[in-house]
């Protein structure tokens, strides 16, 4: 804009001056001269510089052109992008709304759980509290215990001393006893001792017996079987047994003895 304004006003000086030179052509100096050849100089000079920068420009618009084509094809493949992006988009949107579905269960869940969980933060602060008093009890109960033990130790060596003691005195008193029977003899004369075993030295052992003794009915008030030592008195049967069988309530006697 500036550079216009000065080409304007360079011409409407060079006109002024044409028109003072055609009407006052007889006063005029000759520097008036110089300087119209000077304004006309610079006047071409401006319009040579403006018509390059037109033809710059031109040059810019033309290019500027086949940018803004450029721009209308990129503009036109970004539409149809922004299309499928679109078509994305609504699926992506109906998939978020599935998502935003199950977040909502979740949510659901998640509150359920958090009350679940609350619940078991209650029960487990009981629980502490529970443990705790057991194993203050169970502390109380160990030392209590442990009193009950150490009495129980001290009666219990007490009373391993008594039997230590006793068993001391017992086996004196067995010693005395042993060495008693070793001095023991047997009374002087003849006489028998029912055998148990194996006879004494000096005495001589004897066996009798009697089968099939007829008695006067069954039962044990007529025959009740004994046996002392090596001797008997049963029903004579294959067995032994008295048994509801005839003659089974017969007797049977046997008699074994240590004789000297």
């Known amino acids: 804009m ?16 044409l028109h003072d ?8 100096q000759p520097s008036s001269d110089l300087l119209v050849a000077s304004s006309i100089s610079l006047l071409t000079e401006l319009v040579t510089d403006q018509a390059n920068k037109i033809a710059s420009i031109t040059t810019k618009l033309d290019e500027a052109g086949a940018e803004i084509q450029q721009l209308k094809s990129d503009l036109s493949a970004s539409k149809s992008k922004i299309n499928k992006l679109e078509e994305g988009q609504n699926e992506q949107n109906e998939n978020l709304n599935g998502t935003i579905t199950k977040i909502e269960g979740l949510k659901s869940d998640l509150s359920t759980s958090q009350s679940s969980i ?52 017992v086996s004196s008193e067995i010693e005395d006893l042993t060495a008693k029977v070793e001095e023991f003899s047997w009374p002087e004369g003849s006489y028998c001792i029912l055998a148990n075993g194996g006879c004494p030295a000096g005495f001589t052992r004897y066996s009798g017996n009697i089968h099939a003794i007829d008695t006067a009915n069954s039962g044990t008030s007529y025959l009740r079987p004994v046996t002392f030592g090596d001797s ?29």
Not at 2 to 17: E, H, K, P
Not at 156 to 162: F, R, T
Request: aromatic share 4%.
């Open 2 to 17: 500036a550079i216009n304004l000065q080409v304007f006003c360079y011409t409407l000086l060079l006109l002024c001056i």
């Open 232 to 260: 008997y008195l049963r029903c004579f049967s294959s067995n032994s047994q008295c048994t509801s069988t005839s003659r089974s309530w017969d007797a049977d006697i046997g008699i074994t003895s240590c004789c000297k």
């Open 21 to 28: 030179g055609g009407v006052q052509a007889k006063r005029r």
């Open 118 to 169: 609350e619940l078991l933060k209650g029960k487990q602060v009981e629980l502490a509290n529970a443990t705790s008093s057991l194993k203050n009890e169970t502390k109380a109960d160990v030392e209590e215990l442990k009193s009950e033990v150490e009495s129980l130790e001290s009666k219990l060596k007490e009373k391993v001393a008594a039997v230590k003691t006793s068993v001391t005195s």
